[in-house]
């Protein structure tokens, strides 16, 4: 679908069952959104190819979201665990196909491995792989002796004498040492891994059946990707997998979210041409690509009525034939079972499919909204600015299908436009008087610090009204 149709649908009104702002809804809709119904296959899941000729489920269970006793994700909670779901939510995944579970010291509050070795020890060694991580952030594990610790722990909580896929966990963040000096990403690399003779002693490992696929996760300076890779160049290490981030908006817009990103279409590409195998993270880009805006979800509902908005999602990051597998934090059964469906095939996506993604990928990087939840902790502005106000006329105007930056040239496009653009100019005044509106602020950062969600407030202030001053220059 081009541009100018995917104008004419966005500015063709919402539907009243799409994205609602996290947090805002009751718990049992925040649970089933977007999630298609239907038969749960148990015997159809796509697999994938490793470099040993093993077949693992191109759907990968992330273990950073384990349920826990109250109903939440440990993942953001210290509430206990509940083995009894997880034990659950385990079993049915091996049932239905899924074979690779994904772990990491650090998830859910530390408590995942374990968590985890409980759930999968109940069943054949050979029924699944686990996967997990050297996560030896802090300065104070760089020590051979402290990350020799970590490994070895990590075995003892899986309850494994191997592990089928073992990473460097992190690779690309930097890091501040104990005496409080900043440490960039590549020296942060060379102490983690080679200053100590980690990454020697893991090939040793591997080489004796202890690790049988060592690999990277890869986040942040694209310096350290790179480098590891030059390195399988060189012939002096080899990479079995990298897991990557990697979704339909980070595909060509990943900058555009995040200016410390990379495109995951540069991320993959090189992998690829390596002949290394890609785990995917964040196919849902931590649950924004389920809570679309209205317009969005209309044209994804108007192509497929019973595929949930998630599974488009899914069947984008399993598309490229050098991912093994896909990651997802399942916390609920419902997201476990929906997930089995896209996968159980995978249906490939076609041209046109693909097209409508990425319209719908270039909005949302340019107009993403903003994830304010009103607490108000940013007021006062010493400005007078009304800051949860304008932010939330934005997002409503986003979510309806009101915010568009494209005339285009016949008449019905700029009919959408002329209405559009005088919905947003007349709701904002009615909304925010002239005197609270985004073009006072001074970028005093007096309200960044007290924003629960982190979010910057003056850029988004100036991106608000520079979209403003757009319409009230527009000529239609």
């Not at 019973?306 to 984008?316: C, G, K, L, T």
């Not at 007349?426 to 985004?438: L, M």
Request: proline residues 4%; negative net charge.
């Amino acid at each position: 679908m081009d541009r100018r149709n995917f104008i004419k649908m966005a500015g063709a009104g919402a539907v009243a069952t799409a994205a609602v702002a996290a947090g805002c809804t009751p718990k049992n809709e925040t649970r089933t959104e977007g999630v298609s119904l239907g038969e749960v296959p148990t015997d159809k899941m796509t697999m994938r190819e490793n470099l040993h000729g093993e077949l693992v489920s191109l759907l990968g269970y992330g273990c950073m979201r384990f349920p826990t006793v109250d109903g939440t994700s440990g993942r953001e909670q210290n509430s206990e665990l509940d083995q009894n779901a997880i034990n659950e939510l385990v079993d049915y995944a091996i049932a239905h196909g899924v074979n690779l579970f994904d772990t990491a010291p650090p998830y859910c509050k530390g408590r995942s491995e374990q968590a985890a070795g409980i759930a999968l020890s109940r069943h054949k060694r050979s029924e699944y792989y686990v996967s997990t991580k050297l996560s030896n952030f802090a300065p104070s594990t760089w020590s051979r002796n402290k990350s020799m610790e970590l490994y070895h722990n990590s075995m003892k909580r899986l309850q494994v004498d191997y592990l089928d896929y073992y990473m460097l966990h992190g690779i690309g963040m930097s890091a501040r040492d104990e005496a409080g000096n900043d440490i960039d990403a590549l020296e942060c690399l060379k102490r983690r891994f080679f200053d100590n003779g980690m990454l020697d002693f893991l090939c040793e490992e591997r080489e004796k059946g202890h690790i049988h696929n060592l690999g990277f996760s890869y986040h942040g300076d694209i310096k350290a990707f790179d480098y590891l890779l030059s390195l399988q160049d060189e012939g002096k290490y080899h990479w079995d997998h990298v897991l990557i981030q990697h979704n339909y908006v980070d595909w060509n817009h990943a900058k555009l979210i995040n200016e410390r990103n990379t495109n995951s279409s540069y991320l993959y590409g090189e992998l690829e041409k390596r002949n290394i195998p890609a785990f995917i993270m964040e196919p849902l880009l931590g649950g924004q690509l389920v809570n679309l805006n209205d317009h969005a979800v209309e044209m994804l509902k108007s192509r497929d009525p019973q595929a949930s908005v998630a599974s488009w999602a899914f069947r984008f990051a399993g598309n490229q034939p050098r991912v093994l597998t896909v990651l997802s934090g399942m916390t609920y059964m419902e997201h476990l079972q929906d997930n089995i469906r896209t996968y159980s095939p995978h249906k490939p996506l076609s041209n046109d499919e693909l097209k409508l993604l990425e319209e719908i990928a270039d909005v949302y990087a340019n107009f993403k909204t903003v994830p304010c939840t009103g607490c108000k902790y940013c007021m006062p502005c010493p400005y007078g600015i009304d800051i949860p106000t304008v932010f939330a006329h934005y997002n409503k105007c986003l979510n309806e299908g009101k915010v568009m930056n494209d005339i285009g040239t016949d008449s019905e496009e700029k009919r959408a436009f002329r209405q559009s653009r005088r919905a947003f100019l007349i709701g904002y005044d009615r909304a925010v008087p002239s005197f609270r509106q985004a073009d006072h602020c001074i970028g005093c950062n007096h309200c960044v610090s007290e924003c629960p969600q982190g979010i910057d407030i003056p850029g988004q202030m100036q991106r608000i009204n520079n979209y403003v001053e757009q319409l009230k220059q527009s000529i239609v």
